[in-house]
């Protein structure tokens, strides 16, 4: 690690661009040999519009908490890696769904594609011209995905257009992943996926494991046993905060919220989603 280059930086303003801020924070070896093309496979080419400002979602680890981590294999630093989860203990995270689902009973309509949002007349529509009315809307979709959107100022109709996405392949492979970690991440450019989910070394009677490619670099002729993810990452450009401030502002003076990884277009975790959609409940209750 370039610790002299690392340490020259302390002092100097943050970037306002990530992948400048890897080299700042970091130094040059851990920005060229993992961070820059780790991202740049995950990312593509959406890479070099990132901003920082989702970064608080990260552990603030100093160079020597990251030092004592190696030597001891303990997590030290303020916020060590994800420092509160919500996952249920048993059954698996399914076992939420399918009781909130229980829950709904009939009220539950699956399987139905949304494609316009009415704010003014609080109604959404589907693609199969069905259209469902309410005192509130609270939305998950991805907001560029609508066909139409009725009620939002032109501008801010326009903005949404410029919110961006990457689109991942996830390819199940049967064979033992030998290794007994995880995830593993892969920088290397010779290789197409950038991670791999090695279910069967934490859950039971799994077998195989997953890999994750961004669209851009997957090769579809290659194989036939994937998973298509056209929303998988928002993405934090530098404009999305203002984009999205503006958008979920105008939609509350409607009674409609925008919730979740899409409807605010933020990188949330599974957890996160449900601790936010119980505290929006309980505020409108
Ligand atoms: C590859 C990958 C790996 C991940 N790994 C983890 C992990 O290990 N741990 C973790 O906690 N989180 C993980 N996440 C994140 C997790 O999936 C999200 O945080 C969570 O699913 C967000 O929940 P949500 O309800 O906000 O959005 P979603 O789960 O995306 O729910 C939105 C729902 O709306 C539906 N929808 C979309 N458009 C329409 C439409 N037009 N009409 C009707 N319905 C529509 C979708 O089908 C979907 O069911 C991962 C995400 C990805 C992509």
Same mark, same amino acid.
């Given at each position: 690690m370039s610790i002299a280059k690392a340490g020259c930086n302390i002092g100097t303003p943050s970037p306002e661009k990530f992948a400048e801020w890897c080299r700042w924070k970091l130094g040059d070896r851990i920005a060229d040999d993992y961070m820059i093309p780790y991202n740049e496979k995950m990312f593509s080419k959406y890479l070099y519009t990132l %901003?920082? *400002?989702?970064?608080?979602?990260l552990p603030d680890v100093s160079f020597s908490d990251t030092i004592r981590s190696c030597l001891e294999r303990v997590p030290h630093a303020?916020?060590? %890696?994800?420092?509160?989860f919500y996952y249920p203990k048993k059954f698996g995270y399914g076992e939420l769904w399918k009781r909130t689902g229980e829950a709904l009973g009939d009220k539950l309509v699956l399987s139905k594609k949304v494609n316009a949002l009415d704010l003014n007349n609080h109604k959404i529509r589907t693609t199969n011209g069905d259209t469902y009315e309410g005192d509130i809307i609270v939305t998950t979709v991805?907001?560029?995905? *609508?066909d139409e959107i009725l009620g939002l100022s032109d501008d801010v109709l326009r903005s949404i257009q410029e919110l961006k996405h990457t689109s991942i392949y996830v390819e199940y492979v049967p064979e033992r992943y030998e290794n007994e970690a995880q995830w593993v991440y892969y920088p290397q450019?010779?290789?197409?996926?950038h991670r791999i989910l090695a279910r069967e070394n934490f859950c039971e009677n799994s077998k195989g494991y997953w890999t994750e490619t961004n669209a851009d670099r997957f +090769?579809? +002729?290659?194989? +036939?046993?994937n998973f298509f993810n056209e929303y998988a990452y928002p993405v934090n450009t530098t404009g999305k905060p203002e984009i999205m401030s503006k958008l979920l502002r105008e939609c509350e003076r409607h009674d409609v919220y925008g919730l979740g990884r899409w409807g605010e277009h933020m990188h949330y975790n599974s957890d996160i989603v449900v601790d936010k959609a119980v505290a929006l409940c309980e505020e409108m209750m």
């Open positions: %901003g920082t *400002y989702w970064l608080d979602k303020k916020q060590p %890696g994800h420092a509160n991805p907001w560029k995905s *609508y450019y010779e290789i197409s996926f +090769n579809t +002729n290659t194989s +036939n046993k």
